[in-house]
Nanobody
Framework: QVRLVESGGGLVPPGGSLRLSCAAS????????IGWFRQAPGKEREGVSC????????NYADSVKGRFTISRDNAKNTVYLQMNSLKPEDTAVYYC??????????????????WGQGTQVTVSP
């Protein structure tokens, strides 16, 4: 059975940093792209970042470019999202998801086969 489990969320002041982890199991990890999404109160879920199956290519939403970094350790079946210079508008539940294939092409919902339960990130003084 496919499992995606996020961790690392919490409360951080503006300008601070957090590192989220997505631990995966139940599938051949290095065959699939992994994405990070977030959903803030009253807003729709949005794509944040994606990394290809090999880690050779990445993608970032304009709102997080230069501040967030996605990476993966295929030996540990884990994807990370390093979040720096956090802003209050980054407050959201963050989810990781597995694509149907190995490349990062779109954040459209039809591409993403499995989802984690989410981890809360709150940016506040």
């Amino acid at each position: 059975q496919v499992r995606l489990v996020e961790s690392g969320g919490g409360l951080v002041p503006p300008g601070g940093s957090l590192r989220l982890s997505c631990a995966a199991s139940g599938f051949t990890f290095n065959n699939y792209a992994i994405g990070w999404f977030r959903q803030a109160p009253g807003k729709e879920r949005e794509g944040v970042s994606c990394i290809s199956s090999s880690g050779g290519s990445t993608n970032y939403a304009d709102s997080v470019k230069g501040r967030f970094t996605i990476s993966r350790d295929n030996a540990k079946n884990t994807v990370y999202l390093q979040m720096n210079s956090l802003k209050p508008e980054d407050t959201a539940v963050y989810y990781c998801a597995r694509a149907y294939y190995g490349d990062c092409l779109t954040y459209s919902a039809y591409v993403w086969a499995y989802w984690g339960q989410g981890t809360q990130v709150t940016v506040s003084p």
